[in-house]
């Protein structure tokens, strides 16, 4: 799935993972007055999509959950460019069959773990996975992540979400 941004010179992305069909309002509204939305899999249910779509043009991937007929036309991964960033995204970052500085990748999103981070590797890449927006599993946080892009440079933030 292709989105072209209108250009500009500072872009706001949301971006969410595991919801596993629940798409809480507290999620929503993390992801207010973002100019897009990136979904890194297991989604649950379309429906969940059609939410996110009502806040901001969307970018997703297929979930190993994501199973049924519906998901069947959602990609395993996606490139998204936002200004001059191109990012990566996929389900599992272990799945990764790529190398993302060799292939001129600023970023790589992923989901799957459940666990939120963001840190810049050695190869000057971002790997940045938003966490779960999902049911809570273990006493792992329910969370979405923000991305700020301006120019070359990408700042990115870990919203925990009170539920």
Not at 83 to 110: R, T
Not at 138 to 147: E, I, N
Request: proline content about 6%; aromatic content about 4%.
């Amino acid at each position: 799935m292709s989105v072209t941004l209108p250009p500009q010179d500072k872009y706001l992305v949301g971006i969410i993972s595991d919801t596993h069909g629940l798409m809480r309002p507290e999620a929503l509204k993390a992801l207010a007055g973002v100019d897009l939305i990136l979904h890194a899999g297991d989604i649950g249910r379309p429906e969940v999509l059609d939410a996110l779509r009502a806040i901001a043009p969307v970018v997703a991937v297929r979930g190993n959950n994501d199973r049924e007929a519906w998901a069947q036309e959602i990609a395993e991964t996606e490139i998204v460019k936002i200004g001059e960033v191109k990012l990566y995204l996929l389900h599992a970052l272990q799945e990764l069959a790529l190398d993302p500085s060799a292939s001129n990748f600023d970023i790589v999103v992923s989901g799957h773990s459940h666990r939120p981070s963001s840190a810049r590797g050695a190869d000057g890449v971002l790997y940045l996975n938003p966490g779960s927006a999902g049911a809570r599993r273990f006493k792992l946080p329910v969370s979405v992540a923000r991305l700020t892009v301006r120019g070359k440079s990408c700042r990115a933030s870990i919203v925990e979400l009170v539920v």
